[in-house]
C-alpha cells in the first residue's frame, strides 16, 4: 500500500527488474478513481467509462430502483448512450496533485500546551490549508494523516458528480455464494459494474484511462492495485489492539448482528419488504463477517504475540536511546490510559443511536446550520469550508427512505440501547421520552419530513432560525440530542483522539527515527500503489489455484442444488452453452489490499487491465494488523471472464467495442 | 464403528426412527468383504462383481503391469468374462461367523504372576482357538482383541483368493488431484475399480449383495458404512498419546519423508522407473499425509487437552471407587512407565530396516522354517497354524520385483540408519560388514535369486536344512539378523506390549464397570457397522457442499492448467460433451471412518448401495484420536457418477448392465 510519492521502486527492481517510470505512475493514478461510496474504480476508455465493483455500485442501484424495477436483482444495461442512468448521490474523486504539509501543520502546533490545545490548532492549521487550496484550485482538498502522524500530506481531487450507469450484472451473477462465500475463495463472481463519468452534459474525455487486455493475468505474473485501501491498524499500538479486542469489536459486533436481524424480520414480510433491506443487510452481512476475522485475529495468541513482539522490540529500541527516549518515549504509556478512558464509555459511543436515516439527516442539519456560522477552523468534522461541496451533495439526494423501514430500524435500534444502556441512560430519556421504542419509532417517522429532499433544503437555507423553529418530530429530537452529541464528541477529543493523535505523531516520528521510511504508512481511504503476484496458496491441506473458471460456478451452483445463495440466474442456466466454461472467472493475488480497494484495477506492467479487485480471502481478515504472504490473498474478477460475459451472456456489444477499443 | 455383534439400534430408532432387523444385518455382513491388500469392498451383483477402490486394487494393477502395459496408468477393462484377470496375491474374506471368547482367553492367564507369563498364556490360547476353529469349520479363524482386551472374539471369515479384475478407470481419474487433494473435501476422484470373485474356476455366485442404486445419495439423508476400519486409538490413555507425538510419529514421519524422496530420485531416471515406483510413492505419500494429520492434531493443545480431560475423568472415577482402584487403578502408571521403555529403543525399532521387498521375503522364510518346527502357541505372530495359509499365499506371489529399484530403495534406507544409529549399531555392522550402503546393496540385491517365486518355494519346502545351506546372499543375510531381530521382539514382547495388554484389559474391564458399553471400541480391521448422513460442513469460511459434479472436476483442472496432478485424461477432455456435467461425482457423510474403510460401499436404509468410500477429508485425520462430527467426513463416489462415467465415458455397458440388474 505504498504512497504514489513514495513507490516501491527498489523492491519492484530488485525483485522483478521492472521499474515503473513517473510517466507511468501519474497515468495510472490519473486512471484511477476513488468512489465516495467507499470503493475505487478506473477508467476503461477514453470516454469517461468507470470500471469498479457491483457492490460498489450497489447503493446506487438501490437508491434508483422501486418496487417496479429492482436494478439490484435483475442487473442493468443502458443500451444506448441515453439510456445511461444517472445515479441519485454518487461523487468520483481523481487525485490530481499531493502535497507534503508536514511542516505547516506542525509549525502551527507550537505553543500548544496540552494535547487537547494541540487537537484545536492542528484541526484549525488542517481546515486553513484546505479551505486554502480548495480556494485557489478548485479542487477538492484533504491533509491526510499518513504515518499517524509522522507526515501530513495535501491531497487535491478533480471531483464528479454525474456519473451515470451503463452496466450491472444481476445481484446473483455478480454475488454468487451470498455471505457464506463472502471473503473467502476460490469463487465465482462477476463482482463488477460500468460507469460513464460526464461533465458538462458529456461523457468525461479520459485521456489516462487503463486499456482493456482481455487476456488478463497469467500465472505468477507481476501485477499492481493502485487503489483506495480504506483502514488498517498495522502500527497500532497493543493497547490499542487490546482495545478493540476486549471493547470495540465484542461491542460492534454484538450491535451489527443485532441490525441484521431487525432487518431479517423486516424484509421477511414480503417481496417489496426485502427488495428495500437487500443492500442494507449484504452491507452489515459484510461488516460482521469482515469484523469476526479481524476479531478473530486479534483473539488469535499468535497474531497477538507477534504484534506484542514487534510493539516491545519498538518501544525498546525507542528506550535505548536517550534522546528518543526523552521525545517519544511516554506516547506507549498515553495511549494505553486514552484507552481505558475510550473503553469506559464505549457502549455509550456506539450504542447512542437511533440507527435512522431519517434521524441521521436531520441531525446533520441541526448541526450544519450552527457550524458553519463559526470561524472554519473550530467547526466539527465533516463541516468545514472544503468539505461543504460533498456534504451537500449527500444531504440533498433523493434517494427514496422507507419509512416502515425506518420504523423497525429504530425500533430495533432502541430496543437494544435499552439493553445495554438502560433506560435512564439521557438519550434514551430524551427519545423516548415515557413512551416505548415502536411508539417513539412510530411517532417520529410519521412526524417528519425529511424523506423530502425539498424540506431538507428549505432548513439549510432558512438557517438556525429556521430548524429552532421547525416542529418537524426528528428535528425536534435531534435538538434536544444535540448537547449530548456536542458533549460526547468533545470528551472523545479531549481524552482519546488528542491524546492519541500526540502521541501518534510521536510514535510516526520514532518509527522514522529507528527504521528509517521503509514501509509504507497505515490505510487511509487515499491511492495507493500495491504490487504483487498472481499466485495459488495452501487451502484446506491442498492448494487454492490461481484462477477459477466457469466450470467452477456451475459446479458450485449444481453441488448445492441450486439452492440458496448458489442459484444460478436464469441467463446463465439458459446462456451456458454460449460460454466457453473454461474461460478465467476470477483469480488471486498476493497483493496486500484491505476495503475500500474494492474495485481497484489489477494492472500488469503495461499498466493494462487484468482484473478487478472485489475481495480479499478468509485469511486476508486479519490484514487489519498483519500482513502475511504465504495466505494472504486479493480476489479479483478476470478479465477474460468479464469480456465472456459481456460478449456472451449479457449482448453488450457497445460496451464491448468501448472496452477493446474497436 | 459399531461391531455387527452390538449395533446402534437405540440411537438408530431414537434419532431416524430405523430399525435394522437381524436378516437386515446379515444381509449387509455377508455382502461385504475384507480385501488384505488393506482395504474394504462389496459385492454388487450375484454373480461375485465385488466393487472397491482404485488405490485398493492399485497394488494389484501394479503387479499385473508391465513397461508395456501400464495398467495403472491407462486404466483395464475386460470386455468379456474371459478377458477378467486374475490377481498375483489378493486375498478377499467374508465374514461368516463371530463368537465372544473372552471368558475362554481369561481363564487361560490364571496362574501367571507376571504380564509376560500373561502374554505366553494368552498368545498360547488365542493360537489354539484359532487352530481349533479353523480345523473344524475350515475357515479362516482370528481371534480379535476389542476394547483394549476388555472382549475377545474369534471372527471366521470365508476365504477366496481367485479374485479377477473386471474394470479400472486411468489413475489420473481415480486419482485426480494427486497428492495434494488426497484426504481433502471437495473433491472429483472415480476411485472404484471392479473385481469378479471366482471359486472353482467360476463367478461366486453371491445371493447376499448390494443392489446398485444408481440415483445414489441426497442431501442429509440417513447412511450406514459397513467395512473394515484399520485402527484407531480413541481409547489409548494420554501417555501413549504422547508417546506417538514425541517418538512415534516424529520419527516414522521423517523416515517415510525420505523413502518418497529416494523412491522420486530413482522415478526421475526415465519412464520405466516412474511405472515401477509410482504406486510405492502413492502409497507413502498417502501414509505421510495421514500421519502429518494425525501428529497436528496431537501437537494441537485442544485436542490434547480433551483427551487428558477424557483420561483424568475416567481415572478418578477408577480411583473414587475402592473395589475398581484396588483391581484397575495401577494401569496408568503401568503404561506410562512401558512406553517409556518403549522411547528407549523406538529408532532402533523403526531404523532398523533395509527397505527390500527381497530381503523382507528372505527374512520371513528364514523365520518360516524355525517357527513351523515349534508349538503352534509358542510361534511368533504371523506363523501361527491359522495364519499359515494366507502367509505362503503372499509368500509366493508372482508380483514382480525391479532390481535397480531395490538397489536404490535399500540404499536409500541404510544410508538412514547410519544417519540416525550410527554405523556402529550392531544391526549395520552385519548388513554393511565394512561395506559402503551402496556396496552393500548391490551386492545384496544381485546376490539374491529371492524374485523368484519358485525359489522362494524351494526353500521354504526345504525347510531349516535347505535354508540353513543356502548361500543366497539376501538368506545368508537374514541368517545373521534373526538373532537380533528375536532379541527385539522379545524385548518388545516383555517391556512394552506385554504390560499394555495386561493394563489394557484392566482398563477396558474399568471402562465397561464405568460407561456400560456405550461406545464402540476402537477399529481393528474387523467389520463395523456405521451410521451418519449425507452433509456438508463449515470450511475455509464458508460451505462445502455435499456433493461434488463432474463441472468441479473440469473446473479443477482448467483453474491449474491441466497442469501436474490436475490434468485431465483425453478421455475426458474428448467425452466432456456426452457426459451431463451435474452429475454429482463426490459426496461426504458424517460417518466415522478411517484407512482401512477404503472401498467400503455407502447404503441406504433398503441396503442399497449409494456410494463408495475412498477418502476422510483433512479434518479427519485427527479421527485417530477424536471424532468431531462438525467437520469430520467421510469422503464417497457417488453411484450416479459412476453410473455415468461407466456408461457414457469407459462404454462398460456389460458391467452397467449387471449392475443395473438388466
Not at 491533509?143 to 499517524?148: D, E, H
Not at 487503463?210 to 491498524?233: I, M, R, Y
Not at 460456478?553 to 449444481?558: G, T
Amino acid at each position: 500500500m505504498w504512497t504514489f510519492d513514495n513507490p516501491p521502486v527498489k523492491q519492484l527492481e530488485e525483485r522483478y527488474h521492472f521499474t515503473p517510470t513517473q510517466q507511468w505512475l501519474d497515468h495510472v493514478r490519473l486512471s484511477c478513481v476513488r468512489l465516495n461510496d467507499g470503493g475505487s474504480g478506473s477508467f476503461v476508455s477514453a470516454h469517461g467509462l468507470l470500471l469498479t465493483n457491483h457492490h460498489v455500485a450497489r447503493g446506487q442501484l438501490q437508491k434508483n430502483s422501486t418496487a417496479e424495477r429492482d436494478y439490484v436483482k435483475n442487473g442493468f444495461y443502458a443500451a444506448t448512450p441515453d439510456q445511461e442512468m444517472k445515479s441519485p448521490d454518487l461523487e468520483v474523486n481523481v487525485l490530481m496533485s499531493m502535497e507534503n504539509v508536514t511542516q505547516a501543520v506542525v509549525a502551527a502546533l507550537k505553543g500548544a500546551k496540552t494535547p487537547a490545545e494541540e487537537f484545536t490548532k492542528r484541526k484549525a492549521a488542517i481546515a486553513d490549508i484546505e479551505r486554502e487550496s480548495m480556494q485557489k484550485t478548485g479542487l477538492r482538498s484533504d491533509v491526510v494523516t499518513l504515518y499517524q502522524g509522522g507526515e501530513y500530506w495535501l491531497y487535491s481531487y478533480k471531483k464528479y458528480t454525474d456519473v451515470r450507469l451503463v452496466f450491472a450484472p444481476e445481484d446473483q451473477a455478480a454475488f454468487f455464494g451470498g455471505d457464506p462465500d463472502n471473503f473467502t475463495y476460490p469463487r465465482y463472481d462477476l463482482d463488477m459494474a460500468l460507469f460513464r463519468v460526464y461533465e458538462n452534459g458529456k461523457p468525461l474525455d479520459t485521456k489516462d484511462h487503463l486499456k482493456w487486455n482481455a487476456k488478463g493475468a497469467g500465472d505468477n505474473e507481476l501485477v499492481f492495485v493502485p487503489g483506495h485501501p480504506g483502514s488498517t491498524q498495522r502500527l497500532d499500538t497493543v493497547a490499542q489492539l487490546e482495545y478493540d479486542r476486549d471493547y470495540a469489536e465484542p461491542i460492534i459486533l454484538k450491535l451489527l448482528k443485532h441490525r441484521v436481524e431487525v432487518l431479517n424480520q423486516y424484509g421477511a414480510q414480503g417481496t417489496e419488504q426485502a427488495r428495500q433491506v437487500a443492500s442494507n443487510i449484504f452491507g452489515l452481512q459484510n461488516s460482521v463477517k469482515a469484523i469476526e476475522g479481524r476479531y478473530k485475529g486479534l483473539l488469535d495468541k499468535n497474531v497477538m504475540d507477534k504484534k506484542r513482539k514487534d510493539d516491545e522490540d519498538f518501544r525498546a529500541k525507542v528506550m535505548a536511546n536517550p534522546e528518543w527516549k526523552q521525545a517519544y518515549g511516554g506516547a506507549w504509556d498515553a495511549i494505553a490510559e486514552a484507552t481505558r478512558k475510550a473503553a469506559s464509555r464505549a457502549k455509550q459511543q456506539f450504542y447512542r443511536s437511533t440507527d435512522s436515516q431519517l434521524g441521521g439527516t436531520a441531525a446533520t442539519i441541526v448541526d450544519y446550520v450552527a457550524e458553519i456560522k463559526k470561524p472554519d477552523g473550530e467547526r466539527l468534522a465533516g463541516y468545514h469550508e472544503a468539505q461543504l461541496d460533498s456534504m451537500r451533495q449527500r444531504l440533498f439526494s433523493r434517494a427514496p427512505t422507507y419509512p416502515a423501514m425506518e420504523i423497525a430500524r429504530m425500533t430495533g435500534a432502541l430496543e437494544a440501547d435499552v439493553a445495554e444502556l438502560g433506560a435512564d441512560d439521557p438519550f434514551l430519556k430524551i427519545v423516548l421520552d415515557g413512551r416505548s421504542p415502536k411508539e417513539a419509532a412510530t411517532a417520529l417517522v410519521n412526524g417528519t419530513k425529511m424523506a423530502d429532499p425539498a424540506v431538507r433544503k428549505q432548513l439549510v437555507d432558512g438557517g438556525e432560525a429556521a430548524v429552532a423553529a421547525s416542529t418537524d418530530a426528528m428535528i425536534v429530537l435531534q435538538r434536544k440530542l444535540d448537547p449530548l452529541r456536542r458533549e460526547m464528541i468533545k470528551w472523545q477529543e479531549d481524552n482519546v483522539q488528542s491524546v492519541q493523535q500526540e502521541a501518534g505523531e510521536k510514535l510516526g516520528k520514532a518509527r522514522f527515527a529507528a527504521y528509517g521510511k521503509t514501509t509504507y504508512p497505515d490505510a487511509t481511504f487515499t491511492l495507493r500503489l500495491s504490487y504483487g503476484q498472481v499466485k495459488g496458496y495452501p487451502m484446506n491441506g491442498t492448494e487454492a489455484p490461481y484462477k477459477t473458471t466457469f466450470y467452477g460456478l456451475f459446479d458450485r451452483a449444481a453441488s448445492f442444488d441450486f439452492d440458496g445463495p448458489f442459484y444460478l440466474p436464469s441467463r446463465y442456466k439458459e446462456g451456458r452453452d454460449k460460454l466457453d466454461l473454461a474461460t478465467p472467472l476470477d483469480f488471486v493475488t498476493t497483493n496486500d489490499i484491505i476495503g475500500g480497494n474494492s474495485g481497484s484495477p489489477v494492472i500488469n506492467r503495461n499498466a493494462e487491465i487484468v482484473g478487478l479487485i472485489f475481495d480479499g480471502n478468509i485469511e486476508s481478515l486479519v490484514g487489519d494488523f498483519v500482513y502475511d504472504g504465504t495466505t494472504n490473498r486479493a480476489v479479483a474478477v478476470h478479465t477474460a471472464g468479464m469480456t465472456e460475459a459481456l460478449r456472451k451472456l449479457y449482448g453488450t456489444d457497445r460496451v464491448v467495442e468501448e472496452l477493446l477499443g474497436e
